[in-house]
């Protein structure tokens, strides 16, 4: 096969979603055992202190429970990332942050917008689009893969629920479409085997040569029977 993988396991591939999600909880212990709140620190629509949450928002989180319920997304997402797009994941953290953040703080209500479900949304929705557009079998798998689990979080991008951001995760979708329909071309090839390539000849492969014509298998295709060397003179008969 004359292609190198480009899917491979990599210490980033679980080193860096693991920190990342450390760090978020470290940022709720701090606020827990010191009694502080950096509620403040999240992204406030329209106003210009409030576009420091566009930075701080993903990692400052309401609740216990708030906080559960992003870990996991964001850790199995972020690890899909760093596996089948390594080439381009820190574009995708980096700008879908400052994108989905920017897109709250044009679209939000007047209130303090905090978590990290908006990068969530980016990263489901890119992993979604850009496998449907890659037609790469694995990451359209991988696509099917991200609807089952994630597929019911595309109803919180409405506003069933006023203590929900839904500006928040509206933006991290539209911002994920956007980076899959930028990115469309820099996808994964398949891999490309021999028999595939157009100087290809079945005569030369090694393996068929274990094969004849009625599609027999030979232990040893290079193997000839000897040739007879006996002379009439060695022949006792003939004597």
């Avoid at 992003?70 to 994941?89: E, G, K, Q, T």
């Avoid at 820190?90 to 917008?113: M, S, V």
């Avoid at 393996?207 to 009625?214: A, N, P, V, Y």
Wanted: hydrophobic share 45%.
């Amino acid at each position: 096969m004359q292609h190198d993988d480009p899917f491979r396991f990599t210490p980033g591939v679980l080193g860096y979603p693991i920190v990342f999600v450390l760090v978020i909880w470290l940022v709720f212990w701090f606020e827990i055992r010191f009694g502080y709140s950096f509620n403040n620190y999240g992204i406030y629509p329209r106003d210009i202190t409030g576009l420091r949450g566009i930075l701080f928002a993903p990692f400052i989180h309401g609740s216990l429970k708030h906080l559960f319920n992003n870990s996991i997304p964001l850790l199995v997402l972020s690890m899909s990332l760093f596996y089948f797009y390594r080439p381009i994941s820190w574009r995708i953290l980096g700008y879908g942050l400052l994108l989905t953040g920017l897109l709250t703080w044009f679209l939000g209500r007047p209130a303090f917008h905090i978590g990290a479900s908006g990068l969530i949304y980016c990263l489901a929705a890119f992993l979604f689009f850009k496998g449907v557009f890659s037609r790469h079998y694995r990451l359209v798998a991988l696509s099917l893969i991200v609807v089952f689990l994630y597929g019911g979080m595309l109803w919180y991008v409405t506003p069933v629920d006023p203590e929900i951001s839904w500006e928040g995760h509206l933006s991290g979708l539209l911002s994920g479409l956007l980076f899959a329909l930028l990115y469309r071309k820099n996808i994964a090839r398949p891999p490309v085997y021999v028999w595939e390539e157009e100087s290809y000849k079945e005569e030369d492969d090694p393996f068929m040569k274990h094969f004849d014509e009625d599609g027999n298998f030979i232990e040893n295709p290079d193997w000839k029977p000897e040739e007879d060397h006996t002379s009439d003179s060695d022949n006792p008969s003939s004597l």
